[in-house]
């Protein structure tokens, strides 16, 4: 029984008791303080204004009582808050989540988490649940992306911060003769999924900025993925030579990496997979033709799942859009990119559509 049933009742109860023993105090003088005349001895109109003065003192400190046991409930919710950076202690995560004490403790939370981090309802709601609470503290481990300047590449990506539990790993290394570049994450978020990310962000990390080849590079990742079992990752990582128009990859994603330049768009698929399976063999995938001005493009595969939307379908809604919009940077295709996912979102009433979704996008410039 929640406190708003408890309280009343409680009080009520008090209440009921304090008017009955009004009652019989009145009765009680009413008989016994009289004389053998049967005249009155007592003014019974004080000894009643009297009683219900001391009865309204003591209804008055109770509803003290209750509401001193309410402030500092509140106190103790934000007490914890604050204490346990945003993890529900052990006695609230147990209560019905339809209670009111669980109702109180989420409203306040929610109060603080907007002003610290302006959190939208939708996403509030993910960050309340226990494991997604995790997952966002250690998806924070991994440093805010960070674009290298690499001569010959333009690149723009979204989100630059991991803030959502579920984001998508993405990161950009230059290498000797090109450029290295991977996006990788899961279709839900998770304490596992998270620490896979974190694995992999140990992986690039080790590259160093120039240090090796893009041939090294690509063969590096692949034998160190190969020494853990991933739990449907999907992934797609790439290396572009500074010198030539080929493309190598991995991608293991049911989203395929799109091609974008002045004829059209053309679809790049991988080896049909649709996430990293540790037992296959993974060979690189080649593709050519990647020419000064083109753009590649891509998205985390939420974002067939949350449009509705098959890879076919969204080529057919961007085709002629960007066509004639001629984006002349790759920041400039991010930002297309985005109001134009933005509007297929308010066509299906998805509210904040870009909050799970993750883009990269790259361009040649020579």
Same mark, same amino acid.
């Given at each position: 029984?929640?406190?708003?049933?408890?309280?009343?009742?409680?009080?009520?109860?008090?209440?009921?008791?304090?008017?009955?023993?009004?009652?019989?105090?009145?009765?009680?003088?009413?008989?016994?303080?009289?004389?053998?005349?049967?005249?009155?001895?007592?003014?019974?109109?004080?000894?009643?204004?009297?009683?219900?003065?001391?009865?309204?003192?003591?209804?008055?400190?109770?509803?003290?009582?209750?509401?001193?046991?309410?402030?500092?409930?509140?106190?103790?919710?934000?007490?914890?808050?604050?204490?346990?950076?945003?993890?529900?202690?052990?006695?609230?995560?147990?209560?019905?989540?339809?209670?009111?004490?669980?109702? *109180?403790?989420? @409203?306040?939370?929610?109060? +603080?988490?907007?002003? /610290? #981090?302006? !959190?939208?309802?939708?996403? =509030?709601?993910?960050?309340?649940?226990?494991?997604?609470?995790?997952?966002?503290?250690?998806?924070?481990?991994?440093?805010?992306?960070?674009?290298?300047?690499?001569?010959?590449?333009?690149?723009?990506v979204f989100?630059?911060?991991?803030?959502?539990?579920?984001?998508?790993?993405?990161?950009?290394?230059?290498?000797?003769?090109?450029?290295?570049?991977?996006?990788?994450?899961?279709?839900?978020?998770?304490?596992?999924?998270?620490?896979?990310?974190?694995?992999?962000?140990? *992986?690039?990390? @080790?590259?160093?900025?120039? +240090?090796?080849?893009? /041939? #090294?590079? !690509?063969?590096?990742?692949? =034998?160190?993925?190969?020494?853990?079992?991933?739990?449907?990752?999907?992934?797609?990582?790439?290396?572009?030579?500074?010198?030539?128009?080929?493309?190598?990859?991995?991608?293991?994603?049911?989203?395929?990496?799109?091609?974008?330049?002045?004829?059209?768009?053309?679809?790049?698929?991988?080896?049909?997979?649709?996430?990293?399976?540790?037992?296959?063999?993974?060979?690189?995938?080649?593709?050519?033709?990647?020419?000064?001005?083109?753009?590649?493009?891509?998205?985390?595969?939420?974002?067939?799942?949350?449009?509705?939307?098959?890879?076919?379908?969204?080529?057919?809604?961007?085709?002629?859009?960007?066509?004639?919009?001629?984006?002349?940077?790759?920041?400039?295709?991010?930002?297309?990119?985005?109001?134009?996912?933005?509007?297929l979102g308010?066509?299906r009433n998805?509210?904040?559509?870009?909050?799970?979704?993750?883009?990269?996008?790259?361009?040649?410039?020579?």
């Amino acid at each position: 029984m929640s406190y708003r049933v408890k309280l009343p009742i409680l009080l009520g109860v008090i209440s009921f008791l304090f008017f009955f023993i009004h009652f019989l105090f009145a009765e009680f003088t009413f008989t016994h303080w009289q004389n053998p005349k049967g005249e009155n001895t007592l003014n019974f109109n004080l000894v009643g204004i009297y009683s219900s003065f001391l009865l309204a003192l003591c209804i008055s400190f109770i509803v003290y009582y209750f509401l001193g046991f309410l402030y500092q409930y509140i106190l103790h919710i934000i007490f914890h808050i604050q204490d346990s950076e945003n993890q529900i202690p052990k006695d609230i995560r147990n209560l019905n989540r339809n209670s009111d004490e669980y109702k *109180i403790y989420k @409203s306040v939370m929610f109060t +603080l988490l907007q002003g /610290e #981090e302006g !959190l939208g309802e939708e996403q =509030f709601e993910n960050k309340f649940d226990w494991k997604t609470i995790q997952a966002t503290s250690l998806n924070k481990q991994i440093p805010d992306i960070k674009i290298p300047n690499s001569p010959g590449f333009d690149v723009a990506v979204f989100p630059s911060v991991m803030r959502y539990a579920g984001a998508d790993y993405i990161r950009i290394v230059r290498a000797k003769d090109g450029l290295f570049g991977i996006i990788a994450g899961h279709m839900e978020p998770g304490i596992l999924e998270s620490s896979e990310k974190i694995f992999i962000h140990g *992986i690039v990390s @080790s590259f160093g900025d120039g +240090l090796f080849s893009t /041939e #090294e590079l !690509l063969e590096k990742l692949k =034998f160190a993925l190969h020494q853990f079992a991933f739990l449907k990752l999907k992934l797609s990582a790439f290396v572009i030579q500074n010198k030539d128009d080929k493309m190598s990859f991995l991608h293991y994603m049911d989203m395929p990496i799109f091609q974008f330049s002045d004829h059209g768009i053309q679809v790049i698929e991988g080896s049909g997979d649709d996430h990293w399976y540790p037992n296959h063999k993974h060979p690189i995938s080649m593709a050519d033709g990647i020419e000064v001005g083109d753009y590649l493009v891509w998205a985390s595969d939420r974002t067939l799942t949350q449009f509705g939307l098959t890879s076919f379908e969204i080529m057919e809604e961007f085709v002629d859009y960007l066509l004639d919009l001629r984006p002349s940077s790759s920041r400039q295709m991010l930002l297309a990119i985005a109001k134009k996912m933005s509007a297929l979102g308010r066509e299906r009433n998805l509210t904040n559509p870009m909050e799970k979704l993750s883009i990269l996008v790259v361009r040649r410039n020579k």
